[in-house]
């Protein structure tokens, strides 16, 4: 029986580090399939400032749930009795936060935040995923999408 609990466990902590690593990117050079094949207006500027930050990460509730079943397995090999009870809540307690930050902890991702003139005077600042290659005074597109969402390329 040990080595049921144990092959469970095992199986739902794999499974929570393969659903918190495939969040979507927001790099300027990656596209969803939604995204393909749409219209986007075409802006041109001049970079004046970039600065390092954060894109915090999410919890859409699933890294919570398997760490919650992999605590509760887990807890539910110690003890006997009511201290096997105990152990189980406990293990699922620990395991859901767990989860929850394993989860939000692989989402959070670098990003840059672009500070740019356009050619025709109005200054925008756009935030993505960084992509590591932009400088002051580089010369870029913004591409606006029909949602209202931009990004900048080269």
Same mark, same amino acid.
């Given at each position: 029986m040990n080595f049921q609990k144990s092959l469970i466990f095992l199986t739902t902590l794999c499974t929570l580090f393969i659903f918190t690593g495939c969040g979507t990117s927001q790099s300027g050079r990656v596209y969803s399939q939604g995204q393909a094949q749409r219209s986007l207006s075409v802006y041109y500027g001049t970079i004046i400032e970039l600065r390092e930050v954060t894109i915090e990460g999410s919890n859409s509730g699933a890294g919570a749930v398997l760490g919650g079943i992999a605590g509760g397995v887990l807890g539910s090999t110690i003890g006997? *009795?009511? @201290?096997? &009870?105990? #152990? &189980?809540?406990? *293990?699922? =307690?620990? @395991? =859901?936060?767990? *989860?929850?930050?394993?989860?939000? @902890?692989?989402? &959070?991702k670098p990003a840059t935040e672009f500070t740019? %003139? =356009?050619?025709?005077? +109005? $200054? $925008? #600042?756009?935030?993505? %995923?960084?992509?590591?290659?932009? +400088?002051?005074?580089?010369?870029?597109r913004l591409l606006q999408a029909g949602d209202g969402t931009w990004r900048v390329r080269q």
């Open positions: 006997s *009795g009511r @201290g096997r &009870t105990l #152990a &189980t809540v406990g *293990g699922a =307690l620990a @395991g =859901l936060a767990a *989860g929850s930050a394993i989860e939000k @902890g692989a989402s &959070t740019i %003139e =356009l050619d025709n005077g +109005r $200054m $925008m #600042a756009v935030v993505q %995923e960084s992509d590591g290659y932009y +400088r002051v005074g580089d010369r870029v």
